[in-house]
């Protein structure tokens, strides 16, 4: 009896010790491959930039995404545009944020990373689902910054109202998912099972998913359908990811501050003076003309017939022949003011 408890009380410890050496080692391999720039108050976010030639084109990511979802479609903009990705604050490789997560916090964030690593405006805002709220929040706040933006089957806030139980459980229970993921993490539990999913077999994966009945195998599913659609060299960094304690902890802070968020853009001003496009996913249903108003004046809505949520990860060159078209037009613009300049 005492040996069993012995041999128990020590798995944990060697759980954790295995967490944090995988930790190390992930850091080591993988965090090379963009940077990590200081925006004040210790707090340091990770980017990752690629090609040269203006406007920039920034991309942001959905609730709990990083910078590895634009790893494709970053590549190809970097052929004819600087192409900027990052990981928020609580995510990825970036350090946690003191402010709750919202879009006027995470703007203001953004623009310190773009100032401190040296990337002028002006900017192509490309945001995916929670990540539209927060370039619309940009190119109202700034519009002087940005020449166009586009909406990724962008969040809608007219479908979470703070009212609303059912939301509000919902959300509730993410977050207390979120909180037991930071436990398992934390000892090496949840690496074994997304190591096994992505680099490995996935039979443990598969195990674990049957254990926790319909909703876990729910989960696995889709996890292992999305990120089946990125490129197979960052499923490893993926997985380094979502083996850490800080991605359940950033995604716990992203899920408490969501009705914070629908109350703070519920209201949002309009985007002005630059185009505005909504690819609106196949699955979901397209945006009355007055929802699409209240984005802006001018903005126009095209659907991704064979898209799911994930617009960019299914449809690529569609969404990039959009970036590409409004690249084109903004340079062609600048290129007609310098003649008209130069020839008065």
Request: proline share 5%; glycine share 12%.
């Amino acid at each position: 009896m005492l040996w069993m408890l012995a041999m128990l009380a020590t798995v944990p410890v060697a759980g954790y010790l295995y967490q944090r050496v995988g930790g190390w080692r992930d850091r080591r391999r993988y965090l090379g491959h963009g940077e990590m720039v200081e925006i004040g108050a210790g707090q340091r976010l990770y980017l990752s930039r690629k090609g040269e030639g203006g406007p920039a084109v920034i991309f942001e990511s959905g609730i709990a995404a990083t910078s590895q979802n634009w790893a494709e479609l970053q590549e190809r903009v970097s052929k004819f545009a600087c192409a900027v990705s990052y990981d928020r604050g609580g995510l990825g490789w970036s350090s946690e944020s003191s402010t709750e997560r919202t879009p006027a916090n995470i703007v203001r964030e953004l623009r310190r990373l773009l100032e401190r690593a040296g990337i002028p405006p002006p900017y192509l805002l490309v945001g995916h689902s929670f990540g539209g709220l927060v370039v619309r929040k940009f190119a109202a706040e700034h519009p002087e910054e940005v020449v166009g933006v586009v909406l990724l089957d962008a969040m809608r806030t007219e479908e979470w109202p703070p009212v609303n139980d059912a939301q509000t459980a919902m959300v509730e229970r993410g977050m207390r998912m979120a909180g037991m993921g930071v436990v398992t993490a934390r000892f090496g539990l949840a690496r074994l099972a997304i190591t096994s999913l992505l680099c490995r077999s996935g039979r443990l994966s598969r195990m674990a998913g049957r254990a926790t009945g319909v909703g876990g195998q729910h989960v696995l599913d889709r996890v292992t359908c999305e990120v089946g659609k990125m490129p197979r060299e960052v499923w490893p960094i993926v997985a380094a990811h979502w083996a850490s304690p800080r991605f359940y902890g950033g995604l716990r802070a992203h899920l408490r501050g969501v009705t914070e968020t629908v109350i703070e853009m519920h209201e949002a001003a309009e985007i002005v003076g630059m185009p505005v496009v909504l690819v609106t996913a196949g699955t979901a249903e397209p945006l009355s003309a007055e929802g699409l108003r209240r984005i802006g004046p001018a903005a126009r809505q095209i659907v991704a017939e064979k898209s799911g949520h994930w617009v960019h990860l299914d449809e690529p060159d569609l969404v990039l022949e959009e970036i590409r078209g409004m690249i084109e037009g903004v340079r062609a613009g600048t290129s007609d003011e310098v003649e008209v300049l130069a020839g008065g």
